[in-house]
């Protein structure tokens, strides 16, 4: 089968840095992307990854590495607003309309 | 702006009733999908349209129908709606890329 695997709690205080892993097991591999969704509210695209190495933008990066089957999204500075669940996606097909599978989302709590 | 409208924010039904949920996106995109999202089981695709009139099944079809015969509009259909279908519903679009644009959820419940 197909897995994704990601932490379901993290949580860390404002200000500080916080990395959420995710480890994939699929049958093709073509990207690795993150989803933010706070609370009653629309999952929104962070990044993606179609080669190893650091993306960043602004306060958050994300990381990949194919040969481990692993990446991770690093939040930094963290604020009160970045509270929600972030989910890893891995694209494991060419065409199938980049048809995405989803880890089970890591809620992200910031403490004061 | 990518805009990807759903035609209700919350729907009550009763079991055996049919059920239609509409999808609308705004951008012209060839891909489009309905999720369903349950605590603890993160997103799980139903279907999947890549073009007008075309479907493919999803993770988890059962119970579910859709159509697609128009290329902005994709409805998901429950044939007739069971108690185990509550749930959150979401509909997203894309233009073959990694990234999809999310709809803002109906949150369907079923008596």
């Known amino acids: 089968g197909q897995s994704l695997e990601q932490p379901s709690e993290v949580t860390a205080v404002e200000g500080a840095i916080v990395q959420i892993n995710c480890t994939y097991q699929?049958?093709?591999?073509?990207?690795l992307s993150w989803y933010q969704q706070h609370d009653g509210g629309a999952p929104t695209f962070l990044s993606y990854?179609?080669?190893?190495g650091l993306e960043e933008t602004g306060r958050f990066s994300s990381f990949l590495s194919r040969s481990d089957s692993y990446g991770y999204l690093l939040l930094q500075e963290l604020q009160m607003k970045d509270s929600a669940s972030y989910f890893c996606?891995?694209?494991?097909?060419?065409?199938?309309?980049?048809?995405?599978?989803f880890g089970q989302g890591t809620e992200l709590s910031v403490k004061p | 702006d990518v805009k990807v409208t759903q035609s209700s924010r919350y729907l009550v039904k009763r079991t055996g009733e049919k059920v239609f949920l509409e999808c609308v996106q705004d951008?012209?995109?060839?891909?489009m999908f309905w999720y369903r999202q349950d605590p603890g089981l993160g997103l799980r695709l139903i279907y999947f349209?890549?073009?007008?009139?075309?479907?493919e099944k999803g993770d988890i079809p059962e119970g579910y129908s859709v159509s697609r015969e128009k290329k902005e509009r994709f409805s998901l259909i429950l044939e007739s709606a069971s108690t185990n279908q509550t749930s959150m519903y979401l509909c997203?679009?894309?233009?073959?890329?990694?990234?999809?644009?999310f709809g803002p959820g109906t949150r369907l419940t079923v008596t």
């Open positions: 997203a679009s894309s233009q073959n890329r990694a990234e999809q644009y």
């Open positions: 990854n179609a080669l190893d």
């Open positions: 996606a891995v694209r494991a097909t060419y065409n199938q309309g980049g048809k995405l599978i």
């Open positions: 349209s890549y073009d007008v009139k075309m479907k």
């Open positions: 699929t049958s093709g591999f073509y990207g």
């Open positions: 951008m012209d995109h060839e891909n």
